[in-house]
């Protein structure tokens, strides 16, 4: 599952750079679903750390976070009493950390701008940026519906509304698709697995505190 969703996602990401130029779209359902090519400094779904500082914080935390989660995920596949749709969970996570730490980490090495032009790979002049300070590549769009607030709503009454702002990769797919499946199916799992562990350690202390 992590190879399947790196693969298809660093594919679609590099389709994109290599064929369209920042900001350029195309339809794929009506105004409904549309490919919008961005692109981010930050988290998921845009979300941005300010600075050049902020941006090397931002994307060392994802390193150390991904060596977490894969250290984890390695420790539930050892257990035999954990649900095989937890582990896909957590490989989801992991593979969606991993596919935007590619971006941040090489992105900026191996190709240039794409504002106003269609970026190229390994370009003979070098790439836009240094190491762990490349761009994420986002394109998915679903400008759902539009509004207005209503003007009695506090801080956005009267504002213009869009759902669903966000333009987001396929990387972001897989950490919210496997957060919100482990919220919906797994909350209870977390603490069972702590409950077994504390038992199995005490367990294994008992024996040494009958020689003593």
């Known amino acids: 599952m992590v190879f399947i969703v790196l693969l298809v996602d660093q594919l679609l990401k590099v389709w994109i750079k290599t064929n369209m130029y920042l900001g350029q779209e195309f339809s794929v359902l009506g105004d409904w679903f549309l490919i919008h090519f961005v692109e981010n ?5 845009g979300i941005e750390f300010a600075g050049e500082y902020g941006k090397m914080f931002l994307s060392l935390f994802r390193i150390v976070a991904v060596a977490g989660i894969g250290w984890y995920m390695i420790k539930l596949i050892k257990k035999e009493e954990v649900p095989m749709g937890f582990i896909f969970c957590i490989a989801l996570i992991f593979a969606g950390a991993i596919g935007n730490i590619i971006d941040s980490a090489f992105y900026g090495l191996i190709f240039n701008e794409s504002y106003g032009q269609v970026a190229q790979l390994l370009p003979e002049e070098g790439g836009y940026s240094s190491f762990l300070h490349g761009k994420v590549v986002d394109m998915f769009y679903f400008p759902l519906f539009s509004g207005r607030y209503p003007e009695w709503l ?16 396929i990387a972001d797919s897989a950490i919210t698709i496997g957060i919100f499946s482990i919220l919906l199916f797994y909350r209870q799992l977390f603490s069972e697995l702590e409950h077994k562990e504390k038992q199995a350690e005490e367990l294994a202390e008992t024996p040494s505190e009958q020689e003593s």
């Open 41 to 45: 400094n930050g988290m998921a779904f």
């Open 154 to 169: 506090p801080f956005w009454g009267g504002n213009d509304f869009l759902f669903f702002r966000p333009v987001f990769n």
